[in-house]
């Protein structure tokens, strides 16, 4: 079955760096686009990043120019290097993916981000 564990999340100041972590088993990860969403407090959850087969990518705006989406195949890891942290970047951040042949959703736990001073 499909299991993706989220890593790297924590506290950090306004202009910080922070890299987030997915490890992905049960699926051929080369296969698979990856995403990143995150959700923040009283609010819905947002696709932030996404990362396709052939290693392109697509960002939110609100994080564009900031954040950067990778892949390591050979670890069957995606990270999320955020940059410039900001106060509204604060929120859990989770690992989503959508393999064949059913497409559905498969989500990790999350991972907690707090950018705070």
């Known amino acids: 079955q499909v299991q993706l564990v989220e890593s790297g999340g924590g506290l950090v100041q306004p202009g910080g760096s922070l890299r987030l972590s997915c490890a992905a088993s049960g699926i051929i990860f080369s296969k698979n686009a990856m995403n990143w969403y995150r959700q923040a407090p009283g609010k819905q959850r947002e696709l932030v990043a996404i990362?396709?087969?052939?290693?392109?990518?697509n960002y939110d705006d609100s994080v564009k120019g900031r954040f950067t989406i990778s892949r390591d195949n050979a670890k069957n890891t995606v990270y999320l290097q955020m940059n410039s942290l900001k106060p509204e970047d604060t929120a859990v951040y989770y690992c989503?993916?959508?393999?064949?042949?059913?497409?559905?959703?498969?989500w990790g736990k999350g991972t907690l981000v707090v950018v705070s001073s």
């Open positions: 990362i396709n087969t052939d290693g392109s990518t």
């Open positions: 989503n993916t959508r393999p064949l042949p059913t497409r559905v959703n498969y």
